[in-house]
């Protein structure tokens, strides 16, 4: 695997389920973030890991909840989601955090019923 | 005011032209500077960034930088259909947070 994967790459939860994104980086960065993409709005940063450290969360409500166990992987935990939490939902990896280049994951498309 | 400004589009333009994408960002002390590529239903992926003003050239790419007039922008020469995409402009704000501020997008169509 190179780059940066994430699982699944397509989810259908109903609200009351409780789900897990999972994100993978093989670049051995030290930061490591989410996005959410809506339709016709701009990327959201959710949160921001550093060397498993968050440092940034965006008022996210806590119906997403991250977890960072080591800088190589990032989970989204998702529980009693709404149906506006459908979206794009992005893992990205930097070599640190402020000012560097960011790569992207396939991301997960998330529908929730 | 948006923190991240880009025209919508669609901005055609034929095979071959040059493409001219702008950006502008209102955060004045912002350092880092991104274009990012999306294609429909797929997640962006990085053109190139630039940091110091001027420009800067990479293939067919060029990034240009003012940080006077705070404005970005990103040409494409020789575009191809394969071009046809939407192009994120993201910036990193020297405001002490780790965010970056993506705008929304210009959707290029590059017509064969």
């Known amino acids: 695997e190179t780059g940066v994967t994430q699982t699944p790459r397509h989810l259908v939860m109903g609200m009351t389920n409780k789900k897990s994104l999972k994100c993978e980086q093989h670049?051995?960065?030290?930061?490591m973030y989410w996005y959410k993409q809506s339709a016709k709005k701009p990327l959201e940063l959710m949160f921001v890991?550093?060397?498993?450290?968050?440092?940034e969360n965006n008022s996210v409500p806590s119906r997403f909840s991250p977890e960072c166990p080591n800088s190589s992987h990032l989970f989204l935990h998702l529980h009693t989601l709404q149906p506006e939490d459908s979206a794009l939902y992005l893992c990205?990896?930097?070599?640190?955090?402020?000012?560097?280049?960011?790569?992207f994951g396939p991301g997960t498309r998330l529908t929730v019923t | 005011q948006k923190e991240v400004e880009q025209n919508s589009g669609p901005l055609s333009v034929p095979e071959g032209a040059i493409a001219s994408l702008n950006c502008t960002y209102s955060?004045?002390?912002?350092?880092?500077f991104f274009w990012y590529r999306q294609y429909s239903g797929k997640s962006p992926e990085l053109i190139m960034s630039?940091?110091?003003?001027g420009d800067k050239e990479d293939g067919r790419f060029t990034a240009q930088l003012n940080k006077a007039s705070q404005y970005v922008s990103l040409l494409i020469r020789d575009s191809q259909p394969s071009d046809s995409a939407t192009y994120l402009c993201?910036?990193?704000?020297?405001?002490?947070?780790?965010?970056?501020?993506f705008g929304t997008g210009t959707r290029l169509k590059v017509l064969a």
């Open positions: 670049l051995g960065h030290n930061a």
């Open positions: 993201a910036v990193n704000p020297d405001s002490g947070t780790y965010k970056y501020i």
């Open positions: 990205a990896s930097s070599q640190e955090v402020r000012g560097y280049e960011q790569y």
């Open positions: 955060d004045r002390g912002s350092q880092s």
């Open positions: 630039i940091y110091s003003n």
């Open positions: 890991y550093s060397l498993e450290e968050r440092v």
